[in-house]
């Protein structure tokens, strides 16, 4: 099985935790000893969750799975990140406890069981791109996960990248990957990919390949494009990218594409331009204007590049934003019933001390402690 190094990601919860904006470490629940090595990753998920490369959670009744693709190392380069200097994006790995060496570009593909429905947003890079990438492939992910490929009903595109659109296609006939689930994707995008003026990136591909393919199903507008799941603009990263929103109120779901890319950037700094972006001063608004809705609806957000596990809630932060990783898989969220097995009198008067005294300043101390000694003896 390929795995990612220790060496190529290094970051301990604490230094996760004070990166992000939290007020202590990152506390994943797991059995005593499970953390004896660090994470190793920007986001403070332990190692074990990239090793099994796929972790699941639930939304309301929206159950989710990231599965880990891979990543892509590049070298620091001045012209990466148009309005920062090097020296303030190494500041950004540092501050967060990466090694400022080089670049790491995670890949992490969602699926979302939801109304019967077995759905598929993006593809990942179908083991064509880089050689520490296509793990889901190598690695035969999705079975691991517990889905079978051939019911996926559905693949909803964020936009036209190679890495997120390349595991549609065999690597030497273009053959269908999923041949009988219906692929949607933004007519925006899709009109500008298979313009023939295009020859950047995967243009070229897909030119020669989607407009072949009867199961593509272009949309335009903001209505939902399969029950429960609705398309939010979010063009610049791409011309016609667009993110997509599940469920309602607090059982909300983003999936953002490439909004955000990378969380240590663009997250804290979301005025950031990377040079991917086709139009960077639209990607900005639209970042800002998703992140202040994924603030205001408390919605749980997943990220194409974020690494595992793959989601968070997103907090304002001064003029940027923090990142706070869901508990997922071997580090699950924490939920009333999970507190309950672990410590039923404890427990009991956490969520007891919760409920009657949420809104007094004063006690929010010591209810932090109490859960955070809970989590200590999980």
Do not use: C
Request: charged fraction near 20%; charge should be positive.
């Amino acid at each position: 099985m390929q795995s990612i190094s220790r060496r190529q990601f290094v970051i301990s919860a604490a230094a996760a935790g004070a990166a992000f904006g939290l007020d202590g470490p990152l506390a994943f629940i797991q059995p005593a000893g499970a953390q004896k090595a660090p994470p190793t990753n920007p986001i403070g998920a332990p190692q074990a969750l990239y090793d099994k490369g796929f972790a699941k959670f639930k939304v309301g009744d929206i159950e989710v799975t990231q599965l880990f693709d891979g990543i892509a190392p590049r070298a620091h380069d001045p012209n990466f990140i148009k309005n920062a200097t090097v020296d303030e994006t190494k500041a950004a790995q540092r501050a967060v406890g990466l090694s400022d060496e080089n670049i790491v570009n995670s890949y992490t593909v969602t699926v979302v069981k939801l109304k019967g429905k077995t759905i598929l947003f993006d593809s990942g890079t179908g083991a064509q791109l880089q050689p520490t990438a296509g793990l889901i492939v190598k690695n035969d992910l999705m079975k691991k996960a517990g889905i079978d490929p051939a019911k996926i009903s559905t693949i909803i595109v964020t936009h036209f990248h190679a890495d997120h659109v390349s595991g549609l296609m065999a690597k030497d006939t273009n053959a269908q990957i999923y041949p009988n689930a219906e692929i949607i994707v933004p007519a925006s995008e899709y009109k500008y990919w298979t313009n023939p003026a295009i020859t950047a990136g995967a243009a070229k591909r897909i030119q020669a390949v989607f407009p072949g393919w009867k199961n593509i199903r272009q949309y335009e507008g903001d209505k939902e494009v399969v029950p429960g799941v609705k398309p939010i603009n979010t063009n610049g990263h791409s011309p016609g990218h667009m993110s997509y929103v599940l469920g309602s109120g607090r059982n909300q779901l983003i999936v953002l594409g490439d909004v955000a890319i990378m969380p240590y950037f663009f997250v804290r700094n979301p005025g950031w331009h990377v040079a991917f972006d086709a139009d960077a001063n639209l990607a900005e608004q639209n970042r800002r204007k998703i992140f202040d809705r994924a603030v205001a609806d408390k919605a749980i957000v997943t990220g194409y590049h974020f690494g595992m596990p793959g989601a968070a809630t997103i907090k304002k932060d001064g003029k940027g934003y923090a990142y706070v990783p869901v508990r997922t898989g071997i580090g699950r969220r924490v939920t009333s019933a999970a507190l309950l097995g672990a410590r039923p009198l404890l427990a009991a008067l956490f969520l007891l001390a919760g409920r009657h005294l949420r809104y007094k300043a004063s006690f929010r101390p010591t209810i932090r402690i109490l859960g955070r000694h809970i989590r200590r003896d999980r």
